[in-house]
């Protein structure tokens, strides 16, 4: 059954997936469509699997490189302070990652929690004229960490 992963998968294999970053070797880097943290990012496999467990061992470690090389580039463009990974896998059976930085800045209350712990309906929705600057940051820093790689 095609869930939303599936559908944003399909949109950037066509070139219509405006929150794209790049593709990288396991999938796609998009920003979030709710930027409830400043560069709220996810990591889409390509092809989508259920899950990490389907992967086998190759598959995942090369998931789970790109999934911190994403969280590098957010350290380095966003000034986080961290980076929280989460893969949750609860409500569709499709893998992805969800890549959010953490901030000094963030009230003392919601700092030391998980982001879902804020008030969603609040987020902020990706505005992606606002974004462009930090979107090109991110894509750069992202392709700057691959080619390192040989990739």
């Not at 066509?14 to 996810?42: F, H, K």
């Not at 998931?63 to 000034?79: C, H, N, P, Q, Y």
């Not at 700092?111 to 990706?126: H, I, M, T």
Request: with cysteine; proline share 9%; net charge negative.
């Amino acid at each position: 059954m095609p869930t939303m992963i599936h559908e944003r998968v399909l949109s950037a294999q066509r070139g219509e997936n405006p929150t794209v970053l790049c593709r990288m070797e396991s999938g796609w880097a998009v920003m979030a469509d709710m930027q409830i943290l400043n560069g709220y990012c996810l990591l889409l496999p390509d092809p989508v699997p259920p899950d990490l467990n389907t992967l086998n061992l190759a598959e995942r470690v090369t998931f789970l490189r790109d999934m911190s090389l994403i969280g590098d580039a957010l350290l380095e463009v966003t000034g986080a302070v961290r980076i929280n990974y989460e893969i949750l896998g609860n409500s569709d059976p499709a893998l992805h990652a969800h890549i959010i930085p953490r901030y000094d800045a963030e009230p003392e209350t919601m700092r030391k929690g998980p982001v879902w712990f804020y008030d969603l309906s609040q987020a902020p929705p990706l505005d992606l004229e606002r974004y462009k600057p930090m979107m090109d940051s991110i894509r750069a820093a992202i392709k700057k960490r691959m080619e390192a790689l040989g990739n």
